[in-house]
């Protein structure tokens, strides 16, 4: 074989190289955005479910509450301690809401220390100054957690159970999902259950959180 | 001729490796994407059906649909709750105050099950079995209900089933003495113990229907 010859097939050879990795490089991206394209269809069904969900959700709501308020006037005792009964349960339910869209959401440390003063209608003062409730943000060597790991919280789902005939307190046991990250992660869930008592003026008197 | 073909060997054994190469990708590709169409195709389906559910019982509410279901039931929702608040109360007492010894757990099943079935009985029973205890007596591990707190989610108007959350938490006896000999008598030698029972609660039919259990632990009190 001459020179020639081999030059020429070694040019031949890196061409076939070169083709075969363009092909395969765009076989690559052809599959992922197919792939991705599937990926939104199923999310876009997905969204279009949890919408759905919502609404009847929120006119499951509606309608229960107009017919509870319409219950009010009805001439049977039982059917009149149920309105008096859902709307207690509905005031817990809404402080408790309330509570937890502020006492677990911060993106910074200054949101962290603010939270019992954005609290301060709904709370008792007790509450608001309990540092085992309400703590600075500091580990026990005095560093700020909060500001040093860009630690990052917000409510994600929670649960209300109530119970307003147990004592003169009111009482919420509730499933708490809080979505927390530290600045450039990934926001992680986690679970836990609280327990808030709430007095006649439906502040809350006391929360305990139960792991 | 063979010469030729000899001469071509690397770049016919390039030729080859590469169109396997390409050839290998593709197959992987369109698997990787069939697998993905195939559950997309599912979750559609699944997605579809349940948009239709939601739609119709969407279709079904009205103000006049639950003042009927108020007005309608035979029972009295509140007094239920709170006559299932006092029986619970009452279990978790018998079970966890008033339980001390062999005897007393031997009774426990006929004292609980009328309050709260014979299914969720046993589960409490199972929480107090007796057991030697450091001491060197056999008895129940707890002697104290130290907290109960009982609280309702929302009803099922159609199966009329609301979901009950307990919590309780409870203690055991303070122990004297120590088998290092010792006598003490404080907060250490007491056990806590606490957890969260979740339940379905019949309301027509008045008893349990089903119920998980989980050990907690109390951040703050």
Redesign the interface.
Known sequence: ?SKK?KIL?VI??VV??L??FF??KH??Q??AQ??NH??C??KK??T??QQ??N??YK??KK??S???Q??YL?K?Q??R??Y??FTE?QLIRKRSRQFFSIYLSWSNSRDYLQRAHKLDKIITPQLAQDK??FDNGKDVTGHNIIKNLGLHSRLNDL?????N??SSNK???I?VVQESWRQDENPGLSNS?Y?LQINSDALVDQ????? | MKNIIKSYIPLIITTIIVFGLIVSVHVIKDSNLRSVQARAAQTEKFNKKQINYYRQKDQKLSKQYFYNQITKRDYDVVARKKSFNERISKAFTITFEQTKNKNDYNQLASKLTPLVGSKFSKELKSKVKPTMQPDGVERTPFAHLDNLKIAYGHLNESTQIIPVVIFASYSSPAIDGTSTGVITKGQDQIKKSSGIYKISYDLIADKIVNFSFKEGAIDHE
């Open positions: 074989m010859a097939e031949c050879c076939v190289i083709l075969g092909a395969i076989n690559i052809q599959g197919e792939v599937v990926r269809l199923e069904s997905n279009k479910l759905e969900k609404k009847y006119n499951y309608y229960k107009l017919a509870a319409k219950a009805n049977d039982k059917v301690d149920y008096k009964d349960d085992n409730i649960t209300i159970y109530s119970n005939q147990m009482i919420a046991l499933k259950f327990l929360v305990i959180r139960l792991k």
